[in-house]
Structures are given as C-alpha cells and as structure tokens.
C-alpha cells in the first residue's frame, strides 16, 4: 500500500476533535493563499482587474471569537494540525458578536458591538443537513428501561463549516461552528391570537445562545447563560461525533460500527481548559442512558477518549458553577457528576482511609453557603491526559493546585508549551524577514522552525546583520505610517519601539511599565541635556467591560500619555501610545515593527504566554521574569540574549509567607515614592486630582502580583535595554540569537507532542498527491 493511500485511510479513521468556547482566527484570506503558495498569482490577477491586494485585504472583517491568548492558541493549532496531516476537527460556537471593538473617548475605554457577520462570511457553508436538537431544562425519570431525561426544551445547533488548509499539502481540515435555531415549534405549542406575537418574539431566547463572546480573559463568571453556551457547543459536538464514528466509510464500503468501545481507539477529544467540561457527563449521558452501556464500560471509554489542557492557575479564573443553576439547566448532568464524585471519592477513601481533609480538598463538589461543582476537577477526574501549557506552569500544576491529583494519578500529567504557527506569524506578517532567512538557509525552516538554529552560522556576519536591521527598520517606517495615517500620531521611527499588547489584567503588570514610564519621564525632565535613548512605548488590550481596574489602568496610561507627549522638555524621546482595538490584524502589523517586548507578569501567574513567541520570532528582544514561556525562551536563546529580571516563583512564594508590604518599597525607594505620588497628587489628571485613588489603594494596600517587589529590578533592567540599543550592531545580533532560538515554539512541534504523547497518533510533513499529480 502506498503512503498516499494509507494516510487516505488513517484519515478515514482516526480523528481529533479539538472543543473551545473560543476560536480567535483573524483574517483568513492572505492566510489561506499563504498555505496554498498562491499569493503571486492572486496579486497578479487583482493587479490585471485594476484592483490592490492589500486594499481588498482590509475589507475582511476580523473573526474575533476569542478573548486573548486561549483563543489564538486554538486558531494556531487549527493550521498546524492540518499542515502535519492530523484528521482533526475545531469545534465551536459561531458567535454572532465576537469580541468587542475597543474605542478609547477621552481616555477611557469604551465598547462596540462587533458585527463582523454584517456582510456576510465568504468562509463559511451552512451544512442543515447536520442540524442537531440541544435540550435544556426538564426533568429526570427513572424506568425500568433506564434513565430518562423528559419535558426537556429544545434548540437547534446549525453547523457552519469554514475550511483550514494546511501549508501546502493538499490536505483541508474544517472548523465547525455551532449557531443556535429556534425550533419551528418553539413556544408556539399552546397560544392565543396575542400569545402568538410574544411566542415567535420568544424565538430569539433560543437563539441568544451563540448571540455573543463573553468578554472575560482569565475571570469566570457563572452566568447561565454562559453555561448554555457551554452544554450547546458539547451536546451538538457529541451528536456529530458518534454519528460520523458510526457511519464511516472504507473506500467505495461503508458500514455501521455498532460497538461504541472501539471509540477511544478511533476518536479523541481535547478539552480546551474548562469550557467544555460537560463533554465528560455528557458522553457518560449518551453511553449509559441511550446507548444501554454499564457504567463502568461507559467511564472506561470516556476516560479514554478525552484529555483536558489547563490554562491558568489564578483562582479567579477557575470555574465553579453552582449546583442549583445546574439541578435546573441540566438535571441529568448534575445526577451523573453525583456519581462520578461518588465513585471518585470512594477510591480517594481506600486509598486514604480516614483522610477527610483531602476529601474535601478532592470532591468534584465544594460545600460552602453555595454548593458548587469544581470543573476543573471533573475535567483531572474524566480525563487520560492533563497537561499545562508550559513546563513552569506544568509544574505549579502537579506542586500546588492540583498536587493531590497528581499524588494520586502523576501519569496523567504533561507540559505541553504552547507554540504560533510561523506562516502567519513570520511568513504572512513579516515576509521581509521570511525571505531574508530563506536566502540563508532555504524554505524548508516554515515546515521544521528547528531549522532557524541555523541562523548561528550567521551571526557575526556584517551583511546579514544589516539585513536583519533593515527588514526591521522597514517595518517601524510602515507601522510609524500606519500610525499617523489611523491614529493621527506622529513618532520617531528611529526611536525604539517597546511594546506591550496583551488582554489588560492586573497579573500582567502594566502598572509596573507605567511606573517605569514616569521615572523615565522624570529622569529625562531632571537632566533634559544628556543623551538619552529615545523610546515610543506602545501599550495595547482590552480590559473586560465590567473589569473596574483594568479600565482605570486603561485611564492611566493614556493620563500619563497625555502629560508626557505634550511635554516640550521631553520632545521626541519619549512618547507613549495606546493602541486602540489591539486584536490579530493589529498585532500583524505591530510584532514586526517591535524592538522591545515587555513580558512582565508576577512569576507564577502567567501560564505560558503565546505573544512572547510572535515577538521573539519577528525580532524583538524580550524584557521579562521568569514566567511562563519567558523561561523556555531564555534557554533556547541564551539567557544572556534575554533582560530577565525580577523574581522567581520561589521567591514570590516565599513573599507569600512572610507578608508583602508594598509600604516599605514606596517609603524606601524615591524614585517610586515620587512616581506613586504623582499620579495621587493628580500630576496626570489635573482635573480631577483623586481620579486615580482605586489604583493608589490597590498598589499600596491590596496588590496581589507585588508590583513595587520588582519595580527596582525592572528600572536597572531597562537601562540595560537603554544602552545596548545605542550599540545596533550588538542589538541585532541579540536579536539573531533570539530568532534562531525560536524553532521550540512552533504550534507545529506542540502539535506533534500532543499527537503522539496524548492523541496516540503520527504526524506527517508528507504532502498527498492532488489528483492531476503525476506521483
């Protein structure tokens, strides 16, 4: 049998479904004409219709259907599961308003509905025919033929297909969408003439379900709305599941499996984080209650088939939902968790006997005012695999958090570090630098990002040094243009560019960056004559709508921009820009353009971090703590080639215990003090002197993530940055290092890990023949 016709029928056979709550993909044109190596001709063809390229590019919509990180780690594995070959499917909800469009009106944040379907989606097909009911609510009867789930209310999920090619092996994997239909029945069963109107009016209760993206990044908030979105995406999924698992075709034969225990050795399911938890009671659902297995069958093939990558470890961030809102919504669901816990808590009991401490600590339910039911427990409980998304975060996972789980069931546990797809974020989003690579060592590092080691052979050498800085320089005229062109700012090109885009969050630290951008301000006013390096710091995200703090940081930064800009003491060398609607078009076009990457989060909270990577790759130098992704980095590229500073997980555990007072810091370090006193005294918001009091308060008396703990390690930190980037030559070399030192964090090689450690399949660089392929 050929290569070919074995993938062909590996294909068939064994697949990968990938369920998020959020799929964050961007743009899909320049992508997809990337993967298909059509970009020359499709530039030829508009170019002969008298249109441009680019101006077409710009009137796709972004898909904005994720909040931040988790979203575009999902979006990246999508392309790279199809370019190694993997039969893999994205599950998700096709939102009709994804993430919000960011306006910033005198400072503060303000949001928009963002219609992207408005015009429609070229992308998309609708597939009715795969139409599946949903049911809510009801009630549970127990029969002598089994369990029922009775006087249930029904929703349609109507399925949207958008294809995803991979690079440039002929192979299309598809992302499906679940949107949510009222049936033509719905609230319609008993009216009267005025009944009617308010019946049909009802419909859109059904169909609020894939309305809009909850807007929270790392922040759980129970709403049952919320938790309808979550049973709809896994209850539709499951039905398509194991009605493609059953129905499969062998060539030109097709047949029936009616042995639902081959599934794990067929189909696996990843969980991305929490979200779609339910997937464990709800296959547990259909394999006891429909399909008449024993239970014990049933967990086994459950367990099996599913895997659960945690993304956090902040307790905020971790959902709880309440048994209540579950005994409604869900009344099956809930009896079934009753029973995984009881089952789970009866081995925890042989095991420990006498232990009720660790009981309490492992129940799947919390006792509390409110019981709630744990799901990240439930996710460690119904699944092989747990992994983390970077080996620092792995390891918080198995010593702290989920330490009793790990305790007792350390095989299940992984690091998986999140990785970018290197054709969007290098080939797509920089193809300057793409192509001054490929000149050194070929094409083929797209496929095998290890091969940018590479890159060392050429690192002292003078005119790939000045290429590298050229592409860059390149990149900051055509950004520093977009700039003036979209947000009517004027900067120097020439300046360094020190950038910070990410969700807005306390943990993240934008703060401390503040901080550093008032004592440079400061500096620069007290000794106006000495040669400073000029720097346009560029801070970008959005904070979630009802996120207090994170909006008032929002405030700040564009309070203290105000003050700083207008400054003629200052003139050029300092300017602070917030980019407004940061999402994936915008980080397209401001990666490339970076100097610096600002990758501050408290040690510990950051589980891996994914923009570290794009901005490592596109040549910028990283300034960062030991967090996440930040510590894979130094090693790959030398630690020596990265600004670390500031505490270690350790050392912030150890913080913890003894007590942090932000006080002592404040009282004894003046450049802090007077940067602290500024923004109390109303220094940068003469209006309204006590506007900024909540953040004061919160740095001062409530901080969690211990800004001023590495305020002093961060400001000598960046006076490093300062005097290398007055040296360009060794600059540029850094950022060689830097570039060479990135062929871990493809998606690609994560992918492959996940295929063969957790899926139990083998990923493939063959490409298979198109059918006019001569091979």
Not at 632 to 651: C, H, K, S
Not at 688 to 698: A, V, Y
């Amino acid at each position: 049998m050929s290569f070919v016709s074995f993938l062909k029928i590996f294909l068939l056979f064994y697949r990968v479904y990938y369920l998020s709550l959020e799929f964050y993909m961007g743009r899909t044109l320049q992508n997809t004409m990337v993967n298909l190596a059509l970009e020359n001709a499709c530039d030829e063809a508009t170019y002969q219709l008298g249109l441009d390229m680019e101006e077409l590019q710009d009137i796709e919509e972004d898909a904005g259907l994720g909040n931040g990180g988790l979203g575009r780690l999902a979006a990246c594995f999508l392309d790279s599961m199809a370019s190694l070959g993997l039969a893999a499917y994205g599950y998700g909800i096709r939102y009709e308003f994804g993430i919000f469009n960011q306006k910033i009106s005198d400072g503060w944040q303000v949001e928009e509905a963002d219609d992207w379907l408005r015009y429609g989606n070229p992308w998309e097909k609708a597939r009715p025919e795969y139409m599946r009911p949903v049911h809510f609510y009801g009630r549970v009867e127990h029969t002598a033929e089994g369990v029922k789930w009775v006087d249930t209310q029904v929703v349609l999920a109507l399925p949207y297909d958008t294809p995803v090619p991979g690079y440039r092996n002929n192979i299309v994997n598809t992302m499906r969408l679940w949107s949510a239909k009222a049936p033509c029945d719905f609230n319609l069963k008993d009216f009267n003439v005025g009944g009617y109107i308010q019946a049909v009016l009802d419909r859109n209760l059904a169909e609020n379900i894939s309305r809009v993206l909850y807007p929270n990044d790392n922040f759980f908030e129970g709403k049952e709305l919320r938790l309808k979105q979550e049973y709809f995406v896994v209850a539709a999924t499951l039905q398509d599941i194991i009605r493609r698992f059953k129905a499969s075709k062998f060539g030109s034969t097709e047949f029936v499996r009616l042995d639902l225990s081959t599934l794990p050795d067929k189909v696996a399911i990843q969980l991305n984080d929490t979200h779609p938890a339910l997937a464990i009671p709800e296959l547990m659902r259909i394999l006891v209650d429909i399909e008449k297995l024993s239970w014990e069958k049933a967990w086994d093939i459950v367990v099996r088939t599913c895997a659960y990558t945690n993304h956090t470890v902040l307790p905020e961030a971790l959902e709880r939902w309440p048994v209540d809102l579950f005994q409604n919504l869900l009344p099956r669901h809930l009896e079934i968790i009753y029973e995984i816990n009881r089952r789970h808590l009866e081995r925890i009991t042989k095991l420990y006997p006498g232990d009720v401490d660790r009981m309490r600590r492992m129940s799947l339910i919390e006792e509390g005012d409110v019981k709630k039911i744990n799901m990240a427990h439930l996710c460690i409980v119904g699944s092989h695999a747990v992994n983390g998304v970077a080996r620092i975060h792995s390891e918080i996972i198995k010593n702290t958090v989920f330490k009793d789980f790990y305790d007792l069931d350390p095989e299940k546990f992984q690091n998986k570090t999140n990785g970018i797809t290197p054709r969007r974020w290098l080939v797509m989003c920089n193809p300057g630098l793409a192509e001054v690579i490929a000149e050194r060592i070929g094409e083929d590092y797209i496929r095998d990002l290890d091969q940018l080691k590479k890159l060392l052979d050429f690192v002292d050498d003078d005119v790939f040094i000045q290429d590298v800085a050229k592409v860059k320089q390149e990149n900051k005229m055509k950004f520093a243009a977009y700039l003036e062109e979209h947000y009517k700012v004027k900067i120097n090109p020439r300046s360094m560019f020190d950038v910070q885009v990410k969700r807005i969050h306390e943990y993240k630290r934008q703060l401390l960056n503040c901080l550093h951008i008032i004592t440079l301000y400061n500096r620069i006013r007290k000794e106006p004559s000495k040669s400073w390096t000029p720097r346009t710091i560029m801070i970008g995200g959005k904070a979630a709508p009802g996120y207090h703090t994170a909006k008032m940081i929002i405030k700040l930064i564009t309070s203290i921009g105000d003050i700083v800009n207008n400054d003629p003491v200052v003139g050029e060398r300092l300017k602070v820009i917030f980019l407004e609607n940061y999402r994936v078009t915008l980080a397209e076009k401001v990666i490339p353009a970076a100097d610096l990457s600002e990758q501050i989060s408290t040690a510990g909270t950051e589980a891996s971090g994914t923009g570290n990577m794009k901005f490592m790759l596109n040549g910028a130098l990283t300034i960062g703590t030991m967090d996440g992704a930040n510590v894979e980095m130094a090693e790959e590229a030398g630690e020596e080639n990265l600004f670390i500073f500031g505490m270690r997980v350790d050392d912030v555990e150890a913080m913890d215990k003894k007590g942090y007072d932000a006080v002592s810091y404040y009282n004894r370090i003046p450049e802090l003090k007077q940067a602290m006193d500024q923004i109390s005294g109303g220094f940068f918001s003469p209006a309204q002197p006590d506007l900024f009091k909540d953040l004061i308060n919160m740095l001062m008396h409530h901080d969690r993530f211990k800004v001023f703990a590495d305020y002093e390690d961060y400001i000598k930190c960046q006076e490093k940055v300062s005097a290398l980037y007055k040296n360009p030559k060794e600059w540029t070399k850094m950022v060689i290092h830097n570039i060479a030192g990135c062929g871990k964090f493809s998606s690609d090689r994560t992918i492959s890990q996940y295929a063969r450690e957790i899926w139990g399949m083998e990923p493939t660089l063959e490409k298979i023949a198109a059918p006019d392929d001569p091979r």
